[in-house]
């Protein structure tokens, strides 16, 4: 059957998470006519604001705010109804914004490309076709399933997604993984009421963060009654009614668990499968991610690929970035590239949470570098009271600074307000400003930030 609707446009986009909506937006106040494909009505504006950071911090919000005496399932309802609504206000504005604009359009719908210029959205009298000389591809990622016998077909598998959109607080999770996704669900949901266990293949969580600061971290969780077993290799999930019993090897023996609800937190995957990029001429890399160059643009120059899909660190303000480099190459000097970052920051969202910028301990030390470590817990850093205030003192601060240069090299701070901190941190360390600078500044009282004052001069290697 022939097409219904043929459109051209001088820029597509396909996906509309925080990248693509970003760069279609500039682009079209600069004159621009934009066609913005998204296949999912419950996804106008991305994962952050749909399924990410903004339900699942909103989350972590309402858990720590749960007291002793509150119905636990009925807590939860109320909690997610609020995020649910927050969410649709959200994907609404998200539309509306773009869609509204004059020479913009939102169509909603799987992309499949045709050739490297055209891409077909629906079927049969449905079937719209896009032409464009520049398109951006901006599909993002989706949650792995590891290959464990049992777990795929297992009717108590759940999804990130699946979390916070159910009314229902399951009574026992089981969270596959001890990375950052799976630490923040496993502490929203015990502070919720859900007993949870955190199933964890190596032989500590975070893995990639220094030991003390993995050992910390590990002490907040089970202090707050998360049950954490390292060195778990999980075999099989066999299904029994209300419950799955999760089947794991440790240090030669054999040991279960049961859930009513079952988490694998292993990673996420560039959403490519049928796009038909090959038909686009766009190669992908093994696990699936469109391949780039430091300028974003893919085997074809004329695509990019933004955000999750092309491979990179699977952040919202990475996605961001890469629009401010796509945007530049299109409509800029074309010198914005992904080789210019620098000091880029990340926030495991427990309570309190655990912020982190550039290298570890370890890292510096595998590198030869001369460095001396600053560390105090928070307990007991005097200059900063805030931490006593809202009575939250557990964490660490701890800082790597080149002997040298006196320059700050990386930063872990598990404490209160981390999140906002680790971004003063994130740019002194762009901008060079010595650790002794930081130590020596004026901050306002009773702070956070303040606690520079006193940390830098805890040197303990």
């Known amino acids: 059957m022939e097409d219904t609707t043929a459109l051209t446009a001088d820029v597509l986009v396909v996906g509309f998470g925080k990248g ?15 066609v913005l494909v998204e296949r999912s009505a419950n996804m106008y504006g991305g994962t952050c604001p749909n399924v ?14 749960r007291r002793a005496a509150d119905d636990a399932q009925g807590f939860f309802a109320r909690s997610t109804a609020e995020v649910r609504a927050l969410t649709a206000a959200f994907r609404a504005g998200n539309f509306d914004s773009l869609d509204g604009k004059d020479t913009a359009t939102v169509i909603t719908g799987t992309a499949v490309f045709l050739d490297p210029r055209t891409i077909a959205v629906g079927e049969g009298e449905d079937r719209i076709t896009v032409t464009a000389p520049t398109i951006l591809i901006n599909t993002g990622s989706e949650p792995v399933v590891p290959a464990i016998p049992g777990l795929a077909a297992s009717p108590h598998l759940v999804t990130s997604t699946d979390l916070i959109t159910t009314s229902n607080l399951p009574e026992r999770l089981v969270v596959l993984g001890g990375g950052y996704l799976g630490l923040e669900f496993a502490d929203i949901y015990r502070r919720f009421g859900t007993h949870v266990t955190i199933l964890e293949a190596t032989d500590r969580l975070l893995p990639r963060e220094d030991d003390d600061i993995a050992a910390s971290v590990t002490e907040i969780l089970t202090g707050d009654g998360v049950h954490i077993i390292t060195g778990a290799h999980v075999t099989e999930v066999r299904d029994d009614g209300a419950v799955s019993t999760i089947v794991y090897e440790q240090d030669g023996r054999t040991s279960t668990v049961e859930a009513s609800a079952l988490l694998p ?71 914005r590239a ?14 309190p949470p655990l912020a982190t910028v550039g290298l570890t301990e370890r890292q510096a030390r595998a590198e030869g570098l001369a460095i001396t470590v600053s560390r105090e817990k928070v307990a007991d850093i005097v200059a900063m009271p805030r931490a006593y205030t809202v009575e939250e003192t557990r964490g660490v601060m701890k800082f790597i600074v080149d002997a040298d240069t006196d320059l700050v090299l990386g930063a872990a701070l598990l404490s209160i307000d981390a999140q906002e901190v680790i971004n003063t941190v994130a740019l002194a360390m762009r901008h060079d400003i010595t650790a002794t600078e930081l130590r020596d500044s004026i901050y306002t009282h009773p702070s956070t930030t303040e606690a520079f004052n006193e940390v830098f001069d805890k040197v303990v290697a």
């Not at 693509?20 to 934009?34: I, N």
């Not at 990410?52 to 705010?65: E, I, N, Q, R, S």
């Not at 080789?339 to 926030?347: E, K, L």
């Open 338 to 351: 992904t080789t210019d970052r620098r000091a880029v920051p990340h926030t495991l969202f427990i309570t």
């Open 52 to 65: 990410g950071c903004v339900p699942t911090k909103m989350l972590v919000h309402f858990a720590g705010t």
């Open 265 to 335: 937190a292993t990673g996420r995957r560039a959403v490519t499968a049928g796009l038909r990029l090959d038909a686009a001429g766009v190669r992908t890399a093994a696990n699936g991610a469109i391949e780039v160059d430091e300028h974003l643009r893919t085997s074809q120059p004329h695509i990019y690929a933004l955000g999750d899909v092309n491979g990179g660190e699977q952040f919202t303000y990475i996605s961001l970035d890469d629009a401010r480099i796509v945007l530049d190459q299109l409509i800029g000097e074309g010198t």
């Open 20 to 34: 693509g909506k970003t760069a279609a937006h500039v682009l079209t106040d600069a004159g621009q006519r934009v």
